[in-house]
C-alpha cells in the first residue's frame, strides 16, 4: 500500500513540475505584452515635403504596402509600365528604392521594427540594395554606394 | 496569379508535381506568352561586327556585367555570364571547315542572348518566370524563378547562367541602381531594358562606342541605322535552322 501511495505522489509531482514547464512561457509573458512599435517618419526628405503624403492615404499604406509593392513589381516586370498615378494627380516611379525608400531612408526604424514586431520577413533584400542616403542611415556600405545588408 | 511570390510558387509546383503523378490529368500546351513592351520599338534587335573587335577588349562585357551587378565567379559550370566570348566555331558549329579564313576562325565571337522569336526557354519555363516581351525582348521575372533550370536546357545557345551560390560576395562593385540575383535563381541578357525604358542604349553598345561592333535598334523600321546596315552587308545568325529565329545578327562580310 505505502509503495503504490508513494507512486502516486511521484507520477503528481512529475506531472506538476511537467505542466509548469509547457506552461512557462504563457505565464512568464502574461501582462508584458510587447510595447507595439512606433515608426520613425522623421527623415529629411519627409520633414522636406510640401505635404506628408504617400502614394496612398496612411490608413491603406498601412494595411495594404505589400499588395501595393507586388502590383508595382507586376506592373514594371512583366507590363513595362513604370509610372504611378495617384487619384490626384501625382506621379511617381514604381520603385521601391528610387521611390519608397528615398523618403523612408530609415529602413531600420521604419521597415524593420514593425516586420521583426510581426515575425514577418519580407525578401525584398535578398536581391534589392537598400540605397544608401545622405544621412548615413544604411550601414555596412559595399563599394561606398549601396548596402548589401 | 501573378502576384505569388518564390516561396508560394515554390508550394504551388510542389503541389503539381505530386498532382501530375496522378492518372490522367489533362495539360495545355502554352505558348509563349507576350506582353506590352515598354520603351516604343516594334522589335529590338542588334548586330555584331566581329571584326571591328579589338584584339582582347573586353569593354562591353565588363560594362555589362557591372551595370547588372553579375558576380565574378570562377571555374566553369558556377561561371555567370550575360555576354562573353566564344571561338567562332562554338558560336557557328555549322560554319568551321578547313578552308576558313585564318582571321576569321581566330577572331572570338561576341556571344549573348539572342532574343529569339521563337525563345525555347520561355516555351519551357514552368513559372512563366521567363518570358517574350511584344518589343521582342526574352526578359526574366527573377521574383518568379525556381531555379528548374529547364531553361538552361533548352537554350541552344548557352546564354543562361546559374546561380548555384550566394552571388553577392562576388560583385567586385555594386551597383545600387540594379538589383543582385540569389541563389537558386538563372539569370541572363535582358537586352538593357532598364535603360531602354529611360531611353538609353544598351550598356555593351554604349561601351563600345565609336568603334562599332556592336549596333543596337528597331528590327521593324527600315530605316533605323541597324536595318540600313544589313542592307549592305550580309549577316549570319547563330543556328537559325533550330527554327527559334534568333535577333542577334553577325557581319560576316
Known amino acids: 500500500m505505502k509503495g503504490r501511495r508513494g507512486g502516486l505522489i511521484a507520477i503528481g509531482i512529475g506531472l506538476a513540475v511537467f505542466l509548469a514547464l509547457a506552461t512557462y512561457p504563457f505565464w512568464h509573458a502574461a501582462g508584458k505584452a510587447m510595447p507595439v512599435p512606433e515608426l520613425d517618419l522623421e527623415t529629411p526628405a519627409i520633414r522636406a515635403l510640401p505635404a506628408r503624403l504617400c502614394v496612398a492615404p496612411t490608413a491603406e499604406m498601412k494595411t495594404r504596402h505589400m499588395q501595393i509593392l507586388d502590383e508595382w513589381r507586376t506592373e514594371v516586370v512583366r507590363n513595362g509600365r513604370r509610372t504611378f ?33 510581426a ?28 548596402t548589401l545588408k | 496569379m501573378i502576384d505569388t511570390e518564390r516561396r508560394r510558387l515554390l508550394k504551388i509546383a510542389g503541389t503539381l508535381i505530386l498532382g501530375s503523378m496522378l492518372p490522367i490529368i489533362p495539360c495545355s500546351a502554352s505558348s ?55 571561338p567562332f566555331q562554338n558560336a557557328f558549329p555549322d560554319q568551321g571547315h578547313p578552308y576558313l579564313d585564318a582571321g576569321r576562325r581566330d577572331v572570338p565571337v561576341l556571344a549573348l ?39 538552361i536546357a533548352a537554350c541552344p545557345y548557352g546564354s543562361r547562367s546559374m546561380n548555384f551560390r550566394d552571388p553577392r560576395p562576388f560583385i567586385r562593385t555594386v551597383n545600387p541602381d540594379y538589383p543582385t540575383r540569389t541563389r537558386g535563381v538563372v539569370e541572363k541578357c535582358n537586352f538593357c531594358e532598364e535603360r531602354l525604358a529611360k531611353g538609353m542604349p544598351p550598356a555593351c553598345v554604349e561601351a563600345c562606342g565609336k568603334r562599332g561592333a556592336l549596333l543596337f535598334g528597331d528590327m521593324t523600321d527600315p530605316s533605323s541605322e541597324i536595318r540600313r546596315l544589313m542592307k549592305d552587308r550580309p549577316t549570319i545568325r547563330r543556328r537559325p535552322e533550330l527554327g527559334t529565329d534568333p535577333h542577334v545578327f553577325y557581319i560576316v562580310s
Open chain 2, 32 to 86: 509563349p506568352g507576350r506582353s506590352a513592351s515598354a520603351a516604343g520599338a516594334g522589335r529590338w534587335g542588334m548586330v555584331i561586327d566581329p571584326r571591328k573587335c579589338p584584339a582582347g577588349c573586353r569593354d562591353c562585357i565588363d560594362a555589362c556585367h557591372a551595370v547588372h551587378n553579375v558576380p565574378h565567379i570562377a571555374g566553369p559550370g558556377n561561371e555567370i555570364r550575360w555576354i562573353r566570348q566564344v
Open chain 1, 85 to 117: 498615378e495617384t487619384p490626384d494627380g501625382r506621379r511617381f516611379d514604381r520603385s521601391l528604392t528610387r521611390t519608397c525608400m528615398q523618403c523612408h531612408s530609415n529602413k531600420e526604424r521604419f521597415c524593420d521594427r514593425c516586420h521583426d514586431y
Open chain 2, 113 to 151: 542572348c539572342n532574343h529569339c522569336e521563337n525563345p525555347p526557354c520561355v516555351r519551357v519555363c514552368p513559372t512563366k518566370a521567363t518570358f517574350r516581351r511584344s518589343d521582342g525582348i526574352v526578359v526574366m521575372d527573377y521574383h518568379r524563378c525556381i531555379g528548374c533550370r529547364f531553361c
Open chain 1, 119 to 146: 515575425g514577418v520577413k519580407p525578401k525584398c533584400w535578398d536581391c534589392h540594395i537598400v540605397p544608401e542616403t545622405p544621412s548615413g542611415e544604411a550601414s555596412a556600405a559595399v563599394a561606398g554606394k549601396g
